[in-house]
């Protein structure tokens, strides 16, 4: 048994259905800079199982999105690897690109932008269909893209609208569809409901949980709203300047949190009841580029804790027990 495996996924049946191994992002920087490269994700480990939700969260900078879109190979990793039911993912030739759109998929955050103005709602979701030559006709894709905007709470009658005519909730909705028409097993959800109202946010989430289950969906889920997170999520990686900092399931997360970084970012969110907002840890300071991250401890600069070895030698991420790593040098019990 993968020793990484998570306490909800425990048992022999739970298939591994992606493993990314030391992925590396590095955008190049121009010349007033000296050259310096740009590290968004600067070397990051992790599994995910078939059928689980696993949230990516931090801060705005820290990594999560770029995580996302290196996944998809809509950006190219610098280095590491990307592997897919087994097999490297790689994006050299078009072949390749075709077969990772069909495994995996992308929800993106804004979907006023992601969609085509002069696309109706039945053209964009058709599209995917008509790239891959999908279809023996247009009446077949038609029938195939009606049961789409049905499984995702769309008219019929809305088949011929165009994004400008539709709600944010309708526009997201036709970005779930378009993502579900080729059938993938994983979609990447890169902050879906961020841009939504919070009544619109819960039917966008109960329907992709709906939908989870019908078609047996994995779920990648990039998002700076812990609430969201741990109401949607089954497990959560934390990210700080490009880095896994912590990673266990949503329940050792949010009720016993190791890291110092994910202590504050959970005492960040407000409460409804000011008497019970303790506010234990308080993230000061602003985070370092990642042009020049510093030495040791990526969040050595924003530590309380921090001292001696936290500014040299960067920490590994350690098992403290269930699955529930963490990359700390000052953590003496759990």
């Known amino acids: 048994m993968d020793e990484n495996k998570p306490k909800t996924h425990q048992n022999e049946d739970a298939k591994l259905i992606l493993r990314v191994e030391d992925l590396c992002v590095y955008y190049q920087s121009g010349r007033l800079t000296r050259g310096k490269p740009i590290k968004a994700v600067d070397g990051i480990s992790f599994s995910v199982y078939k059928g689980e939700s696993v949230g990516i969260v931090g801060e705005s900078g820290c990594g999560k999105s770029t995580t996302g879109y290196a996944i998809t190979h809509l950006i190219p990793p610098t280095s590491g690897k990307i592997f897919f039911d087994g097999e490297e993912l790689k994006s050299r030739t078009s072949k390749d690109r075709a077969l990772i759109a069909k495994k995996i998929q992308l929800i993106f955050q804004n979907s006023t932008s992601s969609l085509n103005p002069r696309f109706s709602a039945g053209q964009a979701i058709e599209e995917p269909f008509l790239i891959h030559k999908i279809g023996n006709s247009a009446a077949e894709r038609r029938e195939r893209v009606l049961e789409l905007m049905a499984a995702v709470g769309l008219k019929e009658t809305q088949f011929d609208s165009y994004p400008h005519e539709l709600s944010g909730g309708q526009r997201q909705r036709i970005g779930i569809a378009r993502a579900l028409s080729l059938n993938p097993e994983l979609i990447v959800c890169d902050e879906p409901v961020s841009a939504l109202d ?8 109960n329907l992709m949980k709906k939908l989870q289950e019908q078609f047996g969906l994995t779920y990648i889920f990039i998002s700076h709203d812990l609430p969201v997170v741990q109401h949607f999520c089954d497990r959560v990686i934390v990210m700080y300047l490009g880095n896994i900092v912590e990673m266990a399931d949503r329940t050792q997360i949010f009720k016993s949190p190791i890291h110092p970084y994910t202590k ?71």
Do not use: W
């Not at 919070?198 to 989430?205: D, F, K, P």
């Open 264 to 334: 504050a970012l959970i005492d960040s969110v407000p409460i409804a009841d000011p008497k019970k907002a303790t506010l234990e840890e308080v993230i000061e300071g602003d985070v370092p580029s990642p042009q020049n991250p510093p030495s040791g401890c990526p969040f050595s600069t924003r530590c309380k804790a921090a001292s001696g070895d936290c500014f040299v030698k960067k920490p590994m991420l350690k098992d403290y027990g269930n699955g529930h790593l963490a990359a700390c040098h000052r953590v003496t019990c759990h």
């Open 198 to 205: 919070v009544s619109v946010q819960a039917q966008i989430l």
